[in-house]
């Protein structure tokens, strides 16, 4: 049951989070230059992918990801221009929220591209067993984390022991 669940927990992350994985700027692999050691092929393997469907899936997200990366690199370098500006700077509050539209804009653009991904690697490369397998190990991580919400939920922490804690 804990290695199901863990899988699952990996899937949903390969899935949802590979567009960013596979590839980044500067070639440090991975957006905001966390390297990429496997992770995504590392949950499908749960699925038994065959070499052909890792193939396949690295060819999807690698497709994704490129459509991606010039409004990632855009967004980055209009980042840095802004960190670079004093507070009091004339323009300041306007490439603040230039900024804040381009970053609304690259995170939808980011969950839609990682929806077509999940979507596409579902439909098209997955046999019928591993999607089953897929909606049960989801189903699973969803019941999972409605145990631990309400575990949450009853079992408060208190202030005074994260204060304690803290110290």
Known sequence: MRKTMTLSIILAAALGCSALALAGP??????????????GFMALRGLNLTDAQKTQVKQIVQQSFTQLK???QAVRQQREAFEQMAPNASGYQA??????????????????????VTA???????????QSQYTAQKAAFQARKAQW???????????????????
């Open 26 to 39: 500067g070639g440090q692999g991975g957006f905001g230059g966390h390297g990429h050691h496997g992770g």
């Open 95 to 116: 490439a603040a929220a230039s900024l804040a539209q381009a970053e609304a804009n690259l995170t939808s653009a980011r969950i839609t591209a990682r929806a077509a």
């Open 70 to 72: 010039p409004q990632f």
């Open 149 to 167: 919400q309400q575990f949450k939920a009853s079992h408060p922490v208190s202030s005074t022991s994260t204060t304690s804690s803290a110290q």
């Open 120 to 130: 596409q690697i579902y439909s098209t490369v997955l046999s019928s067993t591993q």
